[in-house]
């Protein structure tokens, strides 16, 4: 056994990676091997993992993170977008998924406030599960993806919603429940109004401060997520809501996409010590003994979940199919029905054992569902007649008008060049998507018929946040020629449909771009010495007479 931290923690990263690997060959998520690599190192195996060890402090940093990013990317556009379908499913879902979870619990034989949690539990998908397996089949630009993903946002406001409430609950500790509810309800009410100010008067200067300097960027970010779930903490809040609602303060700036990109791998690291913290805490003797019930309640999940959003979104007359596929991306529990239990130990009210049988569950349910939901398709054909019960007799047509419109060029780098490009698609009608890392063009950008982010073209987590399956062009006019090949390379791995053109300054430049395979290759100097020449000569009124020099093909 090692004794020096720095060791030991060592040994866990190492096989947490080895396990990872071997997770990801049986195409399981990683999530699985964490878990199992806790329960070998914790209490029950080589006892390496301790409480209030350094594995808890970065299981509890990997957290606030987590929450930090859902924050950033609260997008209520997305959820107006797919219609009330993604609110009416999503609180829906909830409702009636506890509902049944609740019920279940009961019949076996557990304590009433145990099957709280459980139903709970039960009824939360998880995100980051949902997400991968919808971006690696490349559908989250369609429709099932983006209902899928808006009902996700509708699901983790409201269990943001359910910490706060049952962290005031677990606050209070005899005398009058109406005054702590009302301590409660006033330090509550203070911390919005003065998050409220800060994002009206403050976070807006600050943050561009920082994004001046792309490291300060990260580190604000990271600095502002646990700043404000200390203070959240030293109210009596829980960390998590605190560092939800730094992340959503953040949510309105024009940054939010780049530090959410950028926080991604080191949320991600992070919440490696969270799933290994969890399966620390499994009793394996008791979550042998509760393999039946863990068995029961993860049937609810894969079973009545999908069933759950068959009746919803058939109630709004949406075809069976997309409800199907839909159901079934959802049919596992949440990474955040994990920190849900963890909550209900540290606060009491649940005991080592529930815990235990929710993460089971867990495992279960999220194993099951990555290898049915590539299927989902194969899987409704075979049960068409039975789930056509849920088809009404005038489907809603979402062949297009539940769907967003095209984008027709995501354009990188606002400067000279980029300005008249952007220019010249503002006046041709055209439907643009604009990325610079200096945040004065930026700024100065957004104030005009286009969308213009923040973002940097060597950040290759970035390209997750742009509609590439719904882009026709990529543009990059950044002279850069090591940023455009990482540009094109992000492109190619993301699997992106549509064209590419990028700019070369000299001949050396478009020899080494064009290897690369884009469409087409620019040549700013080349085409503004042919129109030059073309003015001089008399031969047109500043149009280009050279074809080439409009472009130049790739080889």
């Known amino acids: 056994m090692p004794h020096d931290t720095f060791v030991t923690l060592a040994v866990i990263l190492g096989l947490a990676a080895l396990a990872g ?7 399981q998520p990683v999530i699985i091997a964490f878990i199992g690599i806790g329960v070998l190192v914790g209490p029950v195996g080589f006892g390496w993992v301790v409480a209030e060890g350094p594995v808890e402090l970065m299981a509890e940093l990997g957290i606030a993170l987590l929450l930090f990013v859902v924050g950033l990317r609260l997008d209520f556009h997305l959820v107006r977008a797919t219609g009330p379908v993604a609110l009416a499913t999503g609180l829906g879902q909830v409702v009636f998924s506890s509902a049944l979870g609740f019920g279940v619990a009961r019949l076996l034989s557990m304590g009433v406030t145990e099957s709280l949690y459980v139903a709970l539990a039960l009824a939360f998908s998880s995100t980051i599960i949902v997400i991968k397996l919808l971006t690696d089949r490349r559908e989250i630009d369609q429709l099932h993806g983006r209902i ?54 403050v976070l807006p200067r600050l943050v561009h401060e920082f994004a001046r300097v792309n490291e300060l960027l990260v580190i604000f970010g990271v600095t502002w997520a646990v700043v404000v779930a200390a203070v959240t903490e030293l109210l009596g809040f829980s960390t998590e809501v605190g560092a939800f609602l730094a992340g959503f303060s953040l949510a ?52 009545g979940k999908p ?66 939901f590539p299927h989902a398709r194969g899987l409704y054909r075979r049960l068409e007649r039975v789930l056509s019960v849920f088809d009404r007799r005038r489907p809603r047509d979402v062949s297009e008008k539940d769907d967003e419109r095209d984008i027709d060029v995501i354009l990188y780098g606002l400067g000279r060049l980029g300005s008249g490009i952007a220019r010249g698609l503002l006046a041709a009608g055209k439907r643009a998507i604009a990325v610079d890392v200096d945040p004065r063009l930026a700024d100065f950008w957004s104030d005009q018929p286009i969308t213009t982010l923040y973002g940097d073209a060597e950040d290759l987590d970035f390209l997750e946040t742009l509609p590439l399956a719904r882009s026709t062009w990529v543009i990059c006019t950044i002279p850069s020629v090591e940023t455009q090949l990482t540009l094109l390379h992000g492109l190619r791995s993301h699997g992106y449909p ?53 472009a130049l093909p790739s080889e």
């Open 21 to 27: 690997l071997a997770a990801s060959r049986l195409r």
């Open 148 to 201: 899928a993903v808006g009902v996700l946002i509708v699901q983790d406001i409201v269990v943001v919603l359910a910490m706060i409430v049952l962290t005031a609950i677990g606050g209070v500790r005899g005398g009058s429940v109406l005054t702590e509810v009302g301590l409660v309800g006033a330090k509550g009410a203070a911390l919005l109004a003065g998050m409220a100010l800060l994002m009206r008067f």
């Open 252 to 303: 309105s700036t024009p940054f939010r996409e780049a530090i959410a990109a950028r926080l991604v791998s080191l949320r991600d690291f992070l919440l490696l010590f969270f799933f290994i913290a969890l399966g620390s805490q499994i009793e394996v003797g008791e979550a042998r003994q509760q393999l039946a019930a863990a068995a029961i309640l993860s049937a609810v999940v894969l079973v």
């Open 307 to 372: 069933i759950v959003v068959l009746a919803i979104m058939g109630l709004m007359r949406y075809p069976a199919r997309l409800s199907f596929v839909v159901g079934v991306s959802l049919a596992q529990i949440s990474e955040f029905s994990l920190i849900l239990a963890a909550l209900g130990l540290s606060l009491g009210h649940i005991g080592a054992d529930t815990v235990s049988l929710i993460t089971v569950v867990g495992l279960i349910t999220i194993a099951v569902s990555t290898y049915v």
């Open 498 to 550: 549509g064209k590419v053109a990028v700019v070369a300054l000299d001949d050396a430049a478009a020899k080494r771009l064009s290897a690369a395979g884009p469409e087409f290759i620019l040549r700013p100097f080349v085409d503004a010495a042919a129109s030059a020449l073309d003015l001089v000569l008399g031969y047109g009124k500043g149009a280009v007479a050279v074809e080439e020099s409009e």
